[in-house]
């Protein structure tokens, strides 16, 4: 059957991240592809991941069983990894997916990118910078947790919308800038979706959401610096300033 959707093999390190996101997380990821493969790594003989139990069985996952056979190590990296690997070398995925905050995942992520896979991390905003560059994409959790906040409120129009920005819109603007610059500094008008992709390459944990914005096109309204505009049925910018 034909599927223009990325095949994404998802791989979740429970010990890691709380559940009480896992919901919110599959939905921000099937946004993205089709989350083929499904699994949590943890010790499920720990009470410590009775709530991930739960999530795993109500969201179609796969829980994989990782021993902690000496205090203070983590089983579950070591077995994520090696799943990793393995998954890599049948060659059936377009994409993995990396849900952890740790930066012990780097060196897997990299060596995923080798091999010319997308690679796509999830984590809370206390992740390094050295796992956040190693991924083709990074999403902030609290990104994905704000935006579903956001879309549930504005089902309810008498309630207040809790989304708060992280950094105001003006902070994007040198990132914007910087991308339209190397594209090509001769170029007045960009299309808005190469624009996108070419900054999310420079920068791997660019999200409009971190700026208080659902999307590039309304970050841009919000700056005040740019002009938009559609052409042949695509969205084009340009800098006013």
Same mark, same amino acid.
């Given at each position: 059957?034909?599927?223009?959707? %990325?095949?994404?093999?998802?791989?979740?390190?429970?010990?890691?991240?709380?559940?009480?996101?896992?919901?919110?997380? =599959?939905?921000?990821?099937?946004?993205?592809?089709?989350?083929?493969?499904?699994?949590?790594?943890?010790?499920?003989?720990?009470?410590?991941?009775?709530?991930?139990?739960?999530?795993?069985?109500?969201?179609? %996952?796969?829980?994989?069983?990782?021993?902690?056979?000496?205090?203070?190590?983590?089983?579950?990296?070591?077995?994520?990894?090696?799943?990793? =690997?393995?998954?890599?070398?049948?060659?059936?995925?377009?994409?993995?997916?990396?849900?952890?905050?740790?930066?012990?995942?780097?060196?897997?992520?990299?060596?995923?990118?080798?091999?010319?896979?997308?690679?796509?991390?999830?984590?809370? $905003?206390?992740?390094?910078?050295?796992?956040?560059?190693?991924?083709?994409?990074?999403?902030?959790?609290?990104?994905?947790?704000?935006?579903?906040?956001?879309?549930?409120?504005? $089902?309810?129009?008498?309630?207040? #919308?809790?989304?708060?920005? $992280?950094?105001?819109?003006? #902070?994007?603007?040198?990132?914007?800038?910087?991308?339209?610059?190397?594209?090509?500094?001769?170029?007045?008008?960009?299309?808005?979706?190469?624009?996108?992709?070419?900054?999310?390459?420079?920068?791997?944990?660019?999200?409009?959401?971190?700026?208080?914005?659902?999307?590039?096109?309304?970050?841009?309204? $919000?700056?005040?610096?740019?002009?938009?505009?559609?052409?042949?049925?695509?969205?084009?910018?340009?800098?006013?300033?």
């Amino acid at each position: 059957m034909a599927n223009d959707r %990325m095949l994404l093999a998802v791989l979740i390190d429970a010990d890691n991240i709380p559940a009480k996101y896992a919901g919110d997380i =599959m939905h921000e990821i099937k946004k993205l592809g089709e989350p083929a493969l499904r699994r949590v790594y943890g010790d499920w003989s720990s009470s410590a991941l009775d709530n991930w139990l739960k999530a795993v069985g109500e969201l179609g %996952m796969v829980a994989n069983q990782e021993t902690s056979n000496t205090a203070h190590k983590n089983a579950s990296d070591i077995g994520l990894v090696i799943d990793a =690997m393995d998954i890599l070398h049948k060659g059936r995925f377009d994409g993995f997916v990396i849900v952890s905050s740790d930066s012990d995942f780097t060196a897997l992520a990299n060596r995923l990118r080798e091999d010319g896979v997308e690679v796509i991390g999830i984590g809370e $905003k206390k992740v390094p910078n050295s796992l956040r560059n190693a991924c083709n994409r990074f999403i902030l959790i609290e990104n994905i947790i704000e935006s579903e906040v956001d879309e549930t409120t504005a $089902k309810k129009p008498k309630a207040a #919308k809790t989304v708060s920005s $992280k950094h105001p819109p003006s #902070k994007a603007v040198p990132l914007i800038k910087d991308a339209m610059k190397s594209m090509d500094p001769e170029a007045d008008w960009f299309s808005l979706g190469p624009l996108g992709n070419f900054i999310t390459r420079a920068n791997p944990d660019f999200d409009p959401r971190t700026y208080g914005s659902s999307k590039l096109s309304d970050l841009l309204d $919000k700056t005040g610096q740019f002009e938009t505009r559609k052409s042949e049925g695509n969205m084009q910018v340009r800098r006013l300033l």
